[in-house]
């Protein structure tokens, strides 16, 4: 019967938790941003319409630019995320 008290941890294996390097987590994000961005741009594009100028463009080609503008600072965010992983990987 449970009687709603906690008997504390079990016998076993202690569980020692190892935190991810600094830098782990930039390099993610970055390359998250880096694959979607043009995605995101092309399907923005594709919902306005191939009919549509801004700028004197296809709003397609517009925002598919737009995409890889963001995937580059995607890539770069990723790039400064493994560069903090070298450094820190370095340190005796």
């Given at each position: 019967?449970?009687?709603?008290?906690?008997?504390?941890?079990?016998?076993g294996r202690p569980i020692q938790l190892i935190p991810v390097l600094p830098g782990v987590w930039l390099i993610i994000l970055g390359a998250g941003v880096a694959v979607l961005g043009p995605?995101?741009?092309?399907?923005?594009?594709?919902?306005?319409?191939?009919?549509?100028?801004t700028f004197g463009m296809n709003s397609i080609y517009l925002?598919?630019?737009?995409?890889?503008l963001v995937a580059g600072a995607g890539l770069g965010t990723a790039l400064l995320g493994v560069r903090r992983v070298l450094r820190i990987g370095r340190r005796p």
């Amino acid at each position: 019967m449970a009687t709603g008290r906690d008997s504390g941890p079990e016998k076993g294996r202690p569980i020692q938790l190892i935190p991810v390097l600094p830098g782990v987590w930039l390099i993610i994000l970055g390359a998250g941003v880096a694959v979607l961005g043009p995605l995101f741009g092309f399907l923005v594009g594709s919902i306005l319409g191939a009919q549509e100028e801004t700028f004197g463009m296809n709003s397609i080609y517009l925002f598919l630019f737009l995409g890889f503008l963001v995937a580059g600072a995607g890539l770069g965010t990723a790039l400064l995320g493994v560069r903090r992983v070298l450094r820190i990987g370095r340190r005796p």
